[in-house]
């Protein structure tokens, strides 16, 4: 293998793992709710849509996050990371509804 091939393939892995472990991490602490009352970010319009408790919802929050950084970390590297960009977009949504300036939704 050649040392470009090499720096590549190695570059990939931590990519890999720095993505799929970033979305394990904060679907825990979702799904916990140990860093912050993640209830207090969606958004009105999301919490007058669903018809369950906004603490509920976080906790399915935090266990699709949870799958997706395994999915990331997994076989399904691909799928996993084009739906955690399309979750992303959402969370971004959700930020921009609530009145966060754009600016902040997207770097959060």
């Known amino acids: ?5 090499h720096n590549v393939t ?4 931590m990519l890999k793992a720095t993505y799929g472990g970033l979305f394990i991490i904060a679907g825990a602490d979702k799904f916990l709710n140990l860093v912050a009352n993640w209830a ?13 408790e906004p603490s509920m919802l976080i906790q399915l929050v935090g266990l699709w996050e949870i799958a997706l950084g395994i ?11 084009h739906l955690a960009a399309l979750w992303l977009l ?10 966060f300036p754009f600016d902040r939704a997207v770097r959060d």
């Open 1 to 5: 293998m050649s040392n470009v091939q």
């Open 10 to 13: 190695t570059t990939w892995w």
């Open 40 to 52: 207090d970010f969606i958004s009105p319009t999301v919490t007058s849509m669903v018809p369950i």
């Open 71 to 81: 999915m990331i970390l997994t076989c399904c590297t691909k799928l996993g990371a």
């Open 90 to 99: 959402v969370i971004t949504v959700n930020l921009v509804t609530m009145g």
